[in-house]
């Protein structure tokens, strides 16, 4: 079975760079088989790879609406097969399945209900899956993702954000699926000894801080993909030292 790495944490923190480079991480090491899950329906982990995904499980789901002869049962089974047959972008090293956006007004159930047959039927195919989720609790809630093995809760260098990483932790301990180990990443300061007091409140353990690197800034500005990030930038590093710890 895989292990399941996914990320929760406040808007903009840091959850898609992080997911890049864990990915980034894992490919460079060859620490096994990967599969990236974009589970942000404004999917972007995609472009941090620097990678296209023409079809999402949301364009799938609209192509299942046109097409006749099927009831809900069979419709259901034809989106989880196409998911998986067409939509699963095959890259050097690692896979990548994207959720991406419903079309229409309503809400998000369906397609998270397939994400979450998908992901249980690709389980013995990969040793890793990372799965980057939108700010908020919502993929959390809803179970999307049941066995996380490493929830990684990201807050940058707010006391908001430490205390939006306790709710989440708080959330996570209320629902029915395990979640193995929790742990916080702060991003953006070089030292989070100020926030240490409200880090022991929200009862998260601190695995690591990725420093405020310059670098992401400009690749985010080109749009150039963060694995080629080179191996010095201080991002880079301090994600090593993060995987070294829960790998
Ligand atoms: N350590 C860092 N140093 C500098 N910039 C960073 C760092 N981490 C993230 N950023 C920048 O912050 C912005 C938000 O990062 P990212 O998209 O990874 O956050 P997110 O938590 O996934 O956001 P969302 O909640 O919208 O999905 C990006 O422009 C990214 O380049
Ligand atoms: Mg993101």
Same mark, same amino acid.
């Given at each position: 079975m895989a292990k399941h790495i996914a990320f929760a944490g406040k808007g903009g923190t840091g959850k898609t760079t992080i997911a890049a480079l864990i990915i980034k991480y894992l490919v460079a090491n060859k620490k096994g088989t990967v599969l990236a899950v974009d589970a942000d329906p404004n999917a972007t982990l995609y472009e941090a790879l620097g990678i296209e995904a023409t079809h999402t499980l949301s364009d799938i789901v609209e192509e299942a609406k046109e097409k006749k002869g099927l009831d809900d049962s069979t419709k259901k089974d034809y989106i989880e097969n196409k998911f998986i047959e067409d939509a699963l972008v095959k890259s050097t090293g690692y896979d990548? +399945?994207?959720?991406g956006a419903p079309r229409q007004?309503?809400?998000y159930c369906f397609p998270t209900t397939v994400l979450k047959n998908c992901i249980i039927n690709l389980e013995n195919n990969y040793d890793y899956m990372i799965i980057d989720n939108e700010a908020g609790m919502e993929h959390i809630s809803r179970g999307t993702i049941q066995d996380v093995d490493t929830l990684l809760v990201v807050s940058d260098g707010s006391i908001k954000g430490v205390r939006a990483a306790?709710?989440? +932790?708080e959330l996570t301990k209320s629902l029915s699926f395990d979640v193995g180990e929790a742990y916080l990443i702060v991003t953006k300061i070089d030292d989070p000894a100020p926030l240490q007091d409200?880090?022991?409140a929200a009862g998260l353990k601190l695995l690591g801080v990725i420093p405020y690197d310059t670098l992401l800034t400009e690749y985010d500005l080109h749009g150039k993909p963060l694995l080629d990030l080179p191996d010095d930038s201080p991002a880079v590093k301090a994600t090593r030292e993060i995987c070294e710890k829960i790998l």
């Open positions: 990548l +399945f994207v959720m007004s309503g809400c306790g709710r989440i +932790f409200e880090i022991d």
